[in-house]
């Protein structure tokens, strides 16, 4: 994995999971990185998000560090914005920055008070253990009900040089668009401008995380940070720029297919295309309402060539259609012509509905141009067993 | 059970089904009923949904008698339009009337062909068969994955005599706000108009099955008529059309627990109840995001009090607020307190969370008047295991 220069990485065990599996992580930038993020839109959000959130407006997007912990969101917490301060605080002192250049972010269960002892003396352990090579140990233990960690990375040829982009995430379940109880960071030792990188991540999110879902529900401490270093010593020039973006993006579609694939007691990852609306904005409603349906999602998880409940689901999406324009495909075979049945080997199709990837595609005829592609998993009784005892 | 006056039922197996239980069922009204209805607000709509619609129309809300099928939906079939239209023009010449007073329904699977001749061979079993007890039949028959039958009655003194209203519907899973695979019929024998009879209808729909939701599908079948034929001879006084419209509306509200408490898979009913927004408007949306948490049904099915999960779908309802405001109530315990963990005795309130019916309820601080109530059910791995072969 070729991972962007100038980056540290530590990740140890605090004591905040029960497990003793690592929980709290950090990664460090040498020099201070231009940065831009987004957050969740929920009105209930976490001291740590409330924090990196006016961290970066105080430093106009520069960030030294991130500090990041699992199995405590610390939201609607007493202490939660003391707590998550006084971390920042130490992990500055440490890495001998400004608590502003800290971006703190966690992960858990919410509206439990986070004990901030384990983690302000861990510490010091995080940054002994600082290595450039730790990455996938931070992919770790951000970690909650993930199965597997989620990592990408990519090795890119500007114009002036070559760069690197790498990016790690977290996330299985509270997925939605407009984000999750996701914690993304894409990595790259370009020098880039936090003006651009904000534009950059923007457009990235909406194809990536923003076109994701699990199961409707969207957390209190979705945070996606994109953090450009110059390390490279490679500027992209105006040209490079687009290059650049569309590497981002992809790097951020990567990681929200990673997060649908591994979806709470998903067994398959679902990807939805929609095409031929009168707006991108659209063909986003039709694909959302689709991706976000239980009936679809049980129907894939058994196998079932159920088109009438994705036309269904695209017919309560809040856009206005004729159904006699609409075709869909299950696994590129057309199941549905014109809003009606159409002819396919019924057998066939449902075996190959068992594979790890199912394509649904929606097109309408006619001459729109809005289209727009979504992430999902299918709905099996294990996300049931896992989040009916999550705190137990 | 006292049932209206001047109504018939009779319901018998036509073969729709693969499993023997009656399929297709009548209701008759002597005289014909004046008629108000809702149907799905779904872009993809049965041709019964249609035919319906069309006839009442024509009719300026009359109805002679309902026919309805399960275990087809016709819906997004090629032959749908005709189909129906056969099976009205049949049931009107056998009922001596004209085919616009048939109100037809279906429900069932979407997008297979409706074979019209088991049907069309039915009709004349029906009416032979036809008697004012028979009202539990029909509501036998038009049950799908529903686990029990759902009905109800309720006697009225108004000033100028008894009136008599029964409800019958059926639902339990593709159910949400603004409708649901659900059939629903409320019959009196009062005299009102049928203008009366819409808003009345439209009313009682919001404080029922608008505020209804098992897994946010909304289905293309969806139809609830409110019927009055006056065989009772009372016509309700200015001042008792209120009393007979609360009737209705506790009765629509009965119909409505009843479809949430056997949601597909459904061990409990959930009843969210919203209070001190600034509208019923968001009342309603906070509302109606608790309810179609999968994170919070699945919490109440593991007898979990994660009150975290609901605040969180509280914030992202797309309602404005404040948490610190917020006080969570889980069975009148309150858990959360301004936002903040509550001091409440977990042990008891889990045993407590294992009843059959669990009360969710959100206030917000201050002199907001709206509020909202939403019916759902928990969230089990049933569920999953219903909705993945249910055409297999």
């Given at each position: 994995?070729?991972?962007?220069?100038?980056?540290?990485?530590?990740?140890?065990?605090?004591?905040?999971?029960?497990?003793?599996?690592?929980?709290?992580?950090?990664i460090?930038?040498?020099?201070?990185?231009?940065?831009?993020?987004?957050?969740?839109?929920?009105?209930?959000q976490?001291?740590?998000?409330?924090?990196?959130?006016?961290?970066?407006?105080?430093?106009?997007?520069?960030?030294?560090?991130?500090?990041?912990?699992?199995?405590?969101?610390?939201?609607?917490?007493r202490?939660?914005?003391?707590?998550?301060?006084?971390?920042?605080?130490?992990?500055?002192?440490?890495?001998?920055?400004?608590?502003?250049?800290?971006?703190?972010?966690?992960?858990?269960?919410?509206?439990v008070?986070?004990?901030?002892?384990?983690l302000?003396?861990?510490?010091?352990?995080?940054?002994a253990?600082?290595?450039?090579?730790?990455?996938?140990?931070?992919?770790?233990?951000?970690?909650?009900?993930?199965?597997?960690?989620?990592i990408?990375?990519?090795e890119?040829?500007?114009?002036k040089?070559?760069?690197?982009?790498?990016?790690?995430t977290?996330?299985?379940?509270?997925?939605?668009p407009?984000?999750?109880?996701?914690?993304?960071?894409?990595?790259t030792?370009?020098?880039?401008?936090?003006?651009?990188?904000?534009?950059?991540?923007?457009?990235?999110?909406?194809?990536?995380?923003?076109?994701?879902?699990?199961?409707?529900?969207?957390?209190?401490?979705?945070?996606?940070?994109?953090?450009?270093?110059?390390?490279a010593?490679?500027?992209?020039?105006?040209?490079?720029?687009?290059?650049?973006?569309?590497?981002?993006?992809?790097?951020?579609?990567?990681?929200?297919?990673?997060?649908?694939?591994?979806?709470?007691?998903?067994?398959?990852?679902?990807?939805?295309?929609?095409?031929?609306?009168?707006?991108?904005?659209?063909?986003?409603?039709?694909?959302?309402?689709?991706?976000?349906?239980?009936?679809?999602?049980?129907?894939?998880a058994?196998?079932?060539?159920?088109?009438?409940?994705?036309?269904?689901a695209?017919?309560?999406?809040g856009?206005?259609?004729?159904p006699?324009?609409?075709?869909v495909?299950?696994?590129?075979?057309?199941?549905?012509?014109?809003?009606?049945?159409?002819?396919?080997?019924?057998?066939?199709?449902?075996?190959?509905?068992?594979?790890?990837?199912?394509?649904?595609?929606?097109?309408?005829?006619g001459?729109?141009?809005?289209?727009?592609r979504?992430?999902?998993?299918?709905?099996?009784?294990?996300?049931?067993r896992?989040?009916?005892?999550?705190?137990?």
């Open positions: 994995m070729k991972l962007p220069l100038g980056y540290r990485y530590a990740a140890v065990y605090a004591g905040i999971r029960k497990d003793e599996r690592d929980d709290v992580a950090l460090v930038s040498d020099p201070p990185a231009q940065a831009a993020a987004v957050f969740t839109t929920n009105m209930v976490a001291a740590p998000v409330r924090q990196a959130r006016s961290n970066l407006r105080s430093t106009r997007g520069r960030v030294a560090a991130i500090l990041v912990n699992a199995g405590n969101a610390n939201c609607a917490t202490t939660g914005d003391r707590v998550t301060l006084a971390l920042c605080k130490a992990a500055a002192k440490a890495l001998k920055t400004r608590k502003e250049m800290i971006l703190p972010a966690s992960t858990g269960v919410i509206g008070e986070l004990d901030p002892k384990p302000l003396d861990a510490i010091p352990k995080l940054t253990a600082l290595s450039p090579s730790a990455f996938e140990s931070v992919a770790r233990a951000m970690m909650t009900t993930d199965t597997r960690m989620k990408v990375s990519r890119l040829q500007l114009g040089g070559i760069i690197r982009i790498a990016g790690l977290k996330g299985a379940g509270m997925i939605q407009n984000m999750a109880t996701t914690l993304g960071f894409v990595l030792d370009a020098d880039v401008p936090a003006k651009q990188l904000r534009e950059i991540l923007s457009r990235a999110a909406r194809r990536s995380y923003h076109s994701l879902t699990v199961d409707g529900d969207m957390s209190t401490n979705d945070t996606l940070a994109l953090l450009a270093n110059g390390a010593g490679v500027k992209p020039h105006r040209d490079d720029l687009q290059t650049f973006s569309a590497a981002v993006t992809e790097v951020m579609e990567s990681l929200a297919e990673q997060i649908a694939a591994d979806g709470e007691g998903a067994k398959k990852l679902i990807v939805v295309r929609v095409t031929g609306f009168k707006t991108e904005e659209d063909a986003r409603k039709v694909g959302r309402a689709i991706a976000n349906s239980p009936l679809v999602k049980t129907a894939i058994g196998s079932d060539p159920n088109w009438g409940r994705i036309l269904s695209a017919g309560y999406s856009i206005s259609f004729d006699r324009d609409i075709d495909y299950l696994q590129n075979v057309r199941v549905c012509q014109r809003g009606l049945a159409a002819d396919y080997d019924e057998d066939q199709l449902k075996s190959r509905l068992d594979e790890s990837e199912v394509h649904i595609r929606v097109e309408r005829q001459r729109g141009k809005g289209q727009a979504f992430f999902t998993c299918d709905f099996t009784e294990d996300y049931i896992i989040n009916g005892s999550y705190r137990t």
